[in-house]
């Protein structure tokens, strides 16, 4: 079992940067596939991104995100990083992480498939 905290959000203009963290308060990301999504005010979690544990270095995105964010594990910190490059208003949302053990490529951007949650961190992108 492995508790997520996610780290790093904030209050931004558009256009600007956020780094988020993700690490476990107790136990180890080794073994489990990571994940990331979000949810807005009055709308469903949404997939953003994912590592596969039997993936190697291969990094999954949303379309939305694709060429904005990246997704960064370092096993040896035990640590997950989301870069959030050149903010847009319809990125605000609280942004989670999440762990799970059987995943299958497409079933990674399915929320229900995941196992374990983090509390979520706030990013809001606003002049």
């Known amino acids: 079992q492995v508790q997520l905290v996610e780290s790093g959000g904030g209050l931004v203009p558009p256009g600007d940067s956020l780094r988020l963290s993700c690490e476990p308060s107790e136990g180890t990301l080794n073994g489990y596939s990571v994940g990331w999504f979000r949810q807005a005010p009055g709308k469903e979690r949404e997939f953003v991104a994912a590592n596969k544990w039997s993936g190697g270095s291969t990094i999954y995105y949303a379309d939305s995100v694709k060429g904005r964010f990246t997704m960064t594990r370092v096993n040896a910190k035990n640590t997950v990083y989301l870069q959030l490059n050149s903010l847009k208003a319809e990125d605000t949302a609280v942004y989670y992480c999440?762990?799970?053990?059987?995943?299958?490529?497409?079933?990674?951007?399915?929320?229900?498939?995941?196992?374990?949650w983090g509390p979520g961190t706030q990013v809001t992108v606003s002049s």
């Open positions: 999440a762990a799970g053990r059987r995943l299958i490529s497409s079933s990674l951007r399915l929320p229900r498939q995941w196992d374990y």
